[in-house]
């Protein structure tokens, strides 16, 4: 069965960077792609960007652009996500999900993993 | 402000038929897009109920279906029934932003 199970919760300083992991099983990672979403306390779904597990090619959210990118290693078929230049409002749960490409809807979410930023 | 539009929330009674809306521009669900509905109950990951406008994963019970016309798309939930109590989300992409785009999602609360 498909899984996608994340790293676990994280607390940063702001300004400090985090990174993420995601690891897949139950199907070939490279026919697929990540999607990462996030979701602020209380809040509605954000979405982060996409990265093709293929070829690595990458659609970030342009208000992420230049903060964030996202990796995959196909030798663990695990993939990551690096937030920079953290501040308090990116104080989220970070989920990670698999997708076809990049219009196409997240069919397996991960448990998600939340990042508190925090002085 | 979300790209989407979704009413903040909704609510039935159970057995009852409630529709979610989702309003979307030329750049997304008008421009020919598809839309995605996800379910997500408390302290939960969301979990896919429709993708590609109106199909269902195997699982999601035949009481949701969801339909696309123009620059809106809605999700319909028949016989209503407590455990449907959750956040609704649309999900698009835009091609204007080039990226992504959820609907500010949608409270269902079961009378």
């Known amino acids: 069965q498909v899984q996608l199970v994340q790293s676990g919760a994280e607390v940063k300083k702001p300004g400090a960077s985090v990174k993420v992991s995601c690891k897949a099983s139950?199907?070939?990672?490279?026919?697929?792609?990540i999607s990462w979403v996030r979701q602020a306390p209380g809040q509605g779904l954000e979405w982060m960007g996409w990265?093709?597990?293929?070829?690595?090619?990458?659609n970030y959210a342009q208000k992420l652009q230049g903060r964030v990118t996202m990796t995959t290693d196909t030798s663990t078929s695990t993939a990551y996500m690096e937030l920079r230049s953290l501040r308090s409002d990116d104080t989220a749960v970070y989920y990670c999900a698999r997708v076809r490409t990049v219009t196409t809807s997240l069919g397996y979410w991960g448990q998600g993993t939340l990042v508190t930023v925090s002085s | 402000q979300s790209v989407l539009t979704q009413p903040p929330s909704v609510s039935g009674a159970p057995g009852q038929r409630v529709t979610i809306s989702c309003t979307g521009s030329?750049?997304?669900?008008?421009?020919?897009?598809?839309v995605h509905w996800y379910q997500q109950l408390p302290g939960t990951a969301p979990k896919l109920l429709i993708y590609g406008n109106s199909n269902r994963p195997s699982g999601v019970p035949d009481r949701f279906s969801g339909s696309k016309s123009g620059t809106s798309a809605s999700l319909a939930i028949t016989g209503l029934q407590a455990e449907d109590e959750a956040d609704y989300y649309c999900q698009s992409y835009d091609s204007s932003l080039s990226e992504g785009v959820f609907g500010g999602g949608t409270k269902l609360t079961v009378l």
């Open positions: 030329s750049s997304n669900i008008g421009a020919g897009y598809d």
């Open positions: 990265i093709s597990a293929y070829n690595g090619n990458t």
């Open positions: 139950g199907y070939t990672f490279t026919s697929y792609g």
